[in-house]
């Protein structure tokens, strides 16, 4: 079992700054995927950062050159930087693990609402 808290989230207004923060415990394998989906209303959860032990990092097109992922490996954190926010970032963002080969686990999501 691993568990996940995250912390961060808010209102933000349009070109603002949010950081989110989740923290991985329980039985951490040495090699994983931490990173971040997001979900907005009435949506599919999709993809916004992940990084792997390796340093391997993906993102979203969207949010490519506005959000930076960064992880602390023996602190078992991941943090999500998010700049230059705009609406439809308004979404639940869920810290995610993953394990080679089908281990999923998934926090309780942050409510992000980007809104003048």
């Known amino acids: 079992q691993v568990r996940l808290v995250e912390s961060g989230g808010g209102l933000v207004q349009p070109g603002g700054s949010l950081r989110l923060s989740c923290a991985a415990s329980?039985?951490?394998?040495?090699?994983?995927?931490l990173g971040w989906y997001r979900q907005p209303l009435g949506e599919e959860r999709a993809l916004v950062a992940v990084?792997?032990?390796?340093?391997?990092?993906s993102y979203a097109d969207s949010v490519k050159g506005r959000f930076t992922i960064s992880r602390n490996l023996k602190d078992n954190t991941v943090d999500l930087q998010m700049n230059g926010l705009k609406p439809e970032d308004t979404a639940v963002y869920f810290c995610?693990?993953?394990?080679?080969?089908?281990?999923?686990?998934w926090g309780q999501g942050a409510q992000v609402t980007v809104s003048s």
């Open positions: 995610t693990y993953r394990q080679y080969p089908n281990i999923v686990y």
């Open positions: 329980g039985d951490i394998s040495r090699f994983n995927t």
């Open positions: 990084m792997t032990t390796g340093g391997t990092e």
